[in-house]
């Protein structure tokens, strides 16, 4: 069975979307209204898949209609089978949501009439039972978009806040243009070029003797060192404002050589440090 599972719920209006888009950037697999029956056997299916899933987040409310009336005893279910989870109840006052609801205008799940607060009071008696079985509860009032995932990687990501940022690392060369999705550009043409050595040429950064050749210098090392320096610092930066994904792109004039010797060690030190990363060579053994 997965390691953690998240049954996300709670009233209409108080951020379970959001939520659950916040517990995928933090490596949880997520499925949007799920109806409750099947939990047990997508817990199962994540279980014996190929990459085995360790975490899912399952969004669980009252547009299951008739379905949903089955969580309960789904839960019970899960405890017999002593498959762990936990229930994370969103909430909020009804003045808010009236709020929210006029904003969007959309029409609440139980809308069967056009009265936006009576709806999200018979919405909050139908889910006072289950409110009472969770875990953690969480009242979005006064949360802004950051506040909100800030909690959730409070509580659902102790010792994942390395995980929730994808870093990419890609060599290019300069002569074929810049990677246009890039939100770092280092430009190293500074750097020795194993290029105008006959030998070297038709090779590529990833062959020992072109990284020796580059990693000899000591413009290298020293570039190396500070450039890595500045890569520790600005990613715990870019985690605590909510960046998921980025792309450091490394470039010389070929994309052959020195950007791609120097894409595979940024690769290999931030993987010692435990970040989500992979690396790319755009233009390697590009010609023309």
Known sequence: MPANMVIVTGLSGAGKTQALRILEDLGYFCVDNLPPTLIPKFAELCAQSARRINNIALVVDIRGGEFFRALTDVMDELEQRKVEFEVLFLEASDEVLVRRYKESRRRHPLGTHGEVLRNIREERALLEELRGRAGKIVDTSNFKPQQLRDKL????????????????????????????????????????????????????????????????????????????????????????????????????????????????????????????????????????
């Open 153 to 288: 990687v409070e509580l659902f990501g102790a010792d994942k806040e390395v995980s929730q940022l994808l870093v990419t690392v890609v060599s290019f060369g300069f002569k074929y243009g810049i990677p246009l999705d890039s939100d770092l550009v280092i430009d190293v043409r500074f750097l020795p070029n194993p290029h105008y050595d006959p030998v070297m040429r038709p090779l590529t950064g990833e062959d020992p003797a072109v990284r020796d050749f580059v990693f000899n210098s000591p413009v290298t090392r020293e570039f190396m060192a500070k450039f890595t320096d500045l890569i520790k610092f600005l990613i715990p930066c870019y985690i605590k404002e909510g960046k998921t994904t980025l792309m450091i792109a490394i470039g010389c004039t070929g994309g052959m050589h020195r950007s791609v010797a120097l894409a595979n060690r940024l690769g290999e030190i931030l993987n010692e440090m435990d970040y989500r990363v992979t690396v790319h060579h755009r233009d390697i053994g590009r010609v023309g």
